[in-house]
């Protein structure tokens, strides 16, 4: 009877689609890069920080030169293309200096070389907060303190609380999500690198630099994972802190591996179904209707469980993916 509370139903459907769209933007940027070059990117989620510690201290830094709602908003919207523009850069330098030659190697080399990475990132960024004097284990609570009021405030909306930092995840995943599908399909590059993860050496025999597109991708990947932990700095139940790294890592690998390696749209269709897992699950622990506090993570296991029992290959997902 408690989901049948209109008040309730309003508060899961937001807080899914709020968590569906975090998933999502995260999970893209492994998708792309998995589904053309066949490699697992375990650097991800230490990338999702940077980008939450960049895109906070834009926030912090120009947040008393943006008054008003539409000053704070403008001013994030400036912040996420830097952090986009500064990350992308950075995954295209490290595609071309570090993952490229690895490519005719197994990819027990890669999975080794990218969680090496993870752990030099975390060290680089724990120095950096520490000579700083920010704490990089507790939440970065002054970039939280730059989110405008209209994101901060529950909005009544027909009688319903609805949370204004919701609604603006779920805009702009929205927005995310349809500018990478429109880029894949609706662009000559995006034919390229579809073409490329088919048949490489065929893409290659046509003309298409292969390896170009693998850089772009690669750096449009961590880009886009970027921006995430930049929206992700103004949640308190994540916000900036290098425990992020961690915490969005492994929801991304389900997401990713639920809905097919690869496949962009299996990413979205799961990133949709472990979001409003998770949602559902948080309102019977908040809701005081089961005690147990890491409910919602045994869900979301079990989905990939499930998933990798009874269909492997993901729900869209087809075998030999990535060249493996």
């Given amino acids: 009877m408690h989901f049948l509370d209109p008040a309730v139903l309003?508060?899961?459907?937001?807080?899914?689609?709020?968590?569906?769209?975090?998933?999502?933007?995260?999970a893209a940027g492994?998708?792309?890069?998995?589904?053309?070059?066949?490699?697992?990117?375990?650097?991800h989620g230490s990338l999702t920080a940077i980008g939450a510690y960049l895109g906070g201290l834009v926030m912090v830094t120009f947040a008393a030169s943006a008054s008003g709602n539409v000053g704070r908003i403008a001013l994030f919207f400036v912040a996420i293309v830097v952090v986009f523009a500064l990350l992308t850069a950075f995954g295209g330098a490290m595609e071309?200096?570090?993952?490229?030659?690895?490519?005719?190697?197994?990819?027990?080399?890669?999975?080794?070389?990218?969680?090496?990475?993870?752990?030099?990132?975390?060290?680089?960024?724990?120095?950096?907060?520490?000579?700083?004097d920010i704490q990089p284990s507790t939440d970065w609570l002054e970039a939280q303190g730059t989110r405008p009021?209209?994101?901060?405030?529950?909005?009544?909306?027909?009688?319903l609380g609805v949370e204004g930092l919701e609604v603006f995840q779920i805009l702009l995943g929205v927005a995310i999500t349809a500018g990478v599908w429109i880029f894949l399909t609706r662009t000559r590059y995006g034919l390229y690198i579809r073409a490329g993860s088919e048949d490489g050496e065929m893409a290659q025999a046509l003309g298409v630099n292969v390896h170009q597109a693998f850089t772009v991708v690669f750096g449009v990947g961590v880009g886009i994972t970027g921006v995430a932990g930049a929206l992700l700095m103004w949640d308190s139940a994540w916000a900036a802190s290098i425990d992020l790294g961690a915490e969005v890592l492994l929801p991304a690998f389900v997401v990713v591996i639920v809905g097919g390696l690869g496949t962009f749209r299996g990413t979205v269709v799961a990133g949709v179904l472990v979001g409003f897992v998770d949602a559902f699950t948080t309102e019977l622990f908040t809701s005081n209707i089961v005690g147990f506090s890491?409910?919602?993570?045994?869900?979301?296991?079990?989905?990939?469980?499930?998933?990798?029992?009874?269909?492997?290959?993901?729900?869209?997902?087809?075998?030999?993916?990535?060249?493996?």
């Fill in 96 to 132: 071309v200096s570090l993952i490229r030659p690895l490519y005719d190697r197994p990819p027990l080399y890669q999975i080794l070389l990218t969680f090496g990475i993870t752990l030099v990132l975390e060290e680089l960024l724990r120095m950096v907060l520490l000579f700083y």
């Fill in 10 to 26: 309003a508060r899961v459907l937001f807080d899914g689609l709020a968590k569906a769209s975090i998933y999502v933007m995260i």
């Fill in 30 to 43: 492994l998708t792309l890069i998995f589904g053309l070059m066949g490699v697992l990117n375990f650097a």
């Fill in 294 to 324: 890491a409910l919602p993570e045994l869900f979301i296991f079990l989905i990939l469980v499930g998933t990798l029992v009874l269909r492997p290959q993901g729900l869209f997902g087809v075998e030999e993916v990535g060249g493996h």
């Fill in 149 to 159: 009021e209209i994101i901060s405030k529950t909005h009544d909306v027909f009688g």
